[in-house]
Nanobody
Framework: QVQLAESGGGLVQAGDSLSLSCAAS????????MGWFRQAPGKEREFVAA????????FYVDSVKGRFIISRDGAKSTVYLRMNSLKPEDTARYYC????????????????????WGQGTQVTVST
């Protein structure tokens, strides 16, 4: 079992930066690939970024490439999403997800690949 808790959301202006954190605890924590997803009102939850359990491999949706950075700390207990040059279309509730596994180099981009989810943190970007 892995427990996830997101934090760091808030209300910012377009062009600002924001950092989200996802604190992970429980068994298989350090062997989990991690991902960030977001869901805007009336829309499907969509993939944003992913990182392998080793931390060496990352992947981003095209709309955030060059603006967002996913990372995890050395102890692999926290995953971060640094969001720069925020746009109003980035407004959504952001969710952290975990997928335990043995392949330390693999990341996942599909909602169905992830087993554990946090409750989310709201990010609102005003014009």
């Amino acid at each position: 079992q892995v427990q996830l808790a997101e934090s760091g959301g808030g209300l910012v202006q377009a062009g600002d930066s924001l950092s989200l954190s996802c604190a992970a605890s429980g068994r298989a924590n350090s062997n989990s690939a991690m991902g960030w997803f977001r869901q805007a009102p009336g829309k499907e939850r969509e993939f944003v970024a992913a990182v392998s359990s080793s931390g060496r491999n990352t992947f981003y949706v095209d709309s955030v490439k060059g603006r967002f950075i996913i990372s995890r700390d050395g102890a692999k207990s926290t995953v971060y999403l640094r969001m720069n040059s925020l746009k109003p279309e980035d407004t959504a509730r952001y969710y952290c997800a975990a997928r335990p596994g043995l392949n330390s180099a693999k990341y996942y981009t599909s909602k169905s690949d992830y087993i554990y989810w946090g409750q989310g943190t709201q990010v609102t970007v005003s014009t």
